[in-house]
């Protein structure tokens, strides 16, 4: 790239290595990102790096990071698949250079580039087991037309990078469903408690317990757990 430093190949293992740390760490998903993005354009000695993700219910695409533009920006962000340059690395599986991209009559987001001086664009699926979760991007302020070792150094590190952001989702949904079976066990405690102390049936015993999260405004877990408290006292 004209005026652009080439980053060491040793700096470029550091980045795919720190990258890969994440993949077992316990960090949360919005950190995973800032991380991906802020490295990424480190390794590409890029002016602006941006992650997209796949919001599958809704079908398209989310603006989900990027290491300088302002998060106002990041706000309502989003592409259908197959929509834009982003939209169809994601539906097409294929990585996709572009010299300018406000020539690039499919490219969405000209209003970002003349902001920020962008000229040229590199995008790259995130793909895990042959399944694509989001799009990564890197800009250069200057016309570029990026080699084929830029384009295999970013899908290495994309690659790492799927891996580490469905962990950490795989991770998220774990705790939420662990979290979900704790209180359906708190609640059915606190029911035979009542049925047993009350002589309620079953289903009245359940209501009793609902009735109280919404009068109070607080979960069924919160409520189960102050009656099985005010037993014990």
Not at 99 to 125: D, I, T
Not at 152 to 165: D, K
Not at 188 to 216: D, V
Request: aromatic share 4%; proline share 3%; with cysteine.
């Amino acid at each position: 790239m004209a005026g652009k430093t080439q980053v060491p190949h040793e700096e470029q293992i550091r980045a795919l290595t720190e990258i890969s740390r994440a993949i077992t760490s316990d960090l949360y998903l919005d950190d995973i990102l800032t991380l991906v993005v802020s490295v990424t354009a480190k390794v590409m000695d890029s002016k602006i790096c941006s992650l997209w993700l796949i919001d599958e219910k809704k079908g398209e695409l989310k603006l989900r990071a990027t290491q300088t533009i302002s998060r106002e920006y990041l706000k309502e962000r989003s592409l259908k698949l197959g929509e834009g340059v982003v939209g169809a690395v994601a539906q097409n599986n294929i990585p996709m250079s572009i010299y300018n991209v406000l020539k690039k009559r499919e490219f969405k987001e000209k209003e970002m580039a003349r902001k920020e001086k962008l000229s040229s664009m590199l995008s790259v699926p995130l793909v895990v087991k042959e399944k694509v979760i989001g799009v990564i991007n890197c800009y250069s302020q200057r016309p570029h037309r990026f080699t084929d070792l830029e384009v295999n150094l970013l899908t290495s590190v994309a690659n790492q990078a799927a891996v580490a952001i469905m962990n950490t989702e795989l991770m998220v949904k774990t705790r939420v469903i662990q979290e979900e079976l704790e209180a359906r066990k708190l609640v059915e405690r606190a029911k035979e408690m009542l049925m047993a102390k009350k002589g309620l049936s079953g289903p009245a015993a359940f209501r009793r317990i609902q009735k109280m999260s919404m009068n109070t405004r607080k979960p069924m877990r919160e409520i189960a757990e102050a009656i099985l408290l005010a037993e014990e006292i």
